[in-house]
């Protein structure tokens, strides 16, 4: 493994990561750092990390689907998803764990080849339900309890890119998408 610090993974976290087929990310406090910016004409602004983009990318290019659910609606997530390639975004999602069993369904997945990360309360079900629960470090302590595993960045300062590395190093993808930018 690549990475010295997700070698030293116990090996149960490193079997869920391996089965994962679809990695799912609660947006504001994990893809962003959690903080709702407006401006003076009411308009919502959003820092999406470019780490966590390319984890993402790489994800797709992998072959692990990705999708975003989300309680808010924001035109900003819906920019930067499409941008980055995922084609699951679903927003405005008072029940997370009803779409993500929807969701499941729909891509014929079992909850253990997902992986599901989030930060807060709202979180937590859908967190149950999956085979590899995330917490990032700055999670609601609640979260950060129930979580199978808990990245050692904050939410919108590369811990989506930990989960993305970490699921790519426990498929053994990880050696090659080295490769491909040593080239």
């Known amino acids: 493994m690549p990475y010295s610090h997700l070698a030293d993974l116990p090996a149960d976290i490193r079997e ?36 966590d983009g390319l984890g993402l990318k790489r994800l797709l290019a992998n072959g ?14 819906t920019e930067r998803m499409a941008e980055l390639g995922v084609a ?3 927003q405005d999602q008072k029940d997370k764990r009803a779409c993500l069993g929807h ?17 807060d309360l709202p979180d937590l079900a859908p967190m149950h339900d999956v085979g590899l629960s995330v917490a990032v470090a700055n999670a ?8 199978h595993w808990r990245t050692r960045l904050a939410g919108g300062c590369g811990a989506a890119r930990e989960v993305c590395d970490l699921i790519l190093a426990s498929q053994g993808k990880a050696e090659a998408e080295l490769a491909t930018f040593l080239r």
């Open 88 to 90: 699951h975004v679903y």
């Open 140 to 147: 609601h302590a609640w979260v950060r309890e129930r979580a």
């Open 64 to 77: 692990v689907e990705v999708a975003v659910i989300t309680a808010r609606l924001s035109n900003i997530v």
């Open 16 to 51: 869920r990561a391996a089965r994962v087929k679809l990695a799912v990310f609660d947006v504001d406090g994990v893809l962003t750092d959690g903080k709702l910016w407006y401006t003076a004409d009411g308009h919502e602004l959003k820092a999406f990390n470019v780490h």
């Open 103 to 119: 969701l499941l369904h729909a891509l014929r997945l079992a909850p253990e080849q997902v992986a599901y990360t989030g930060d």
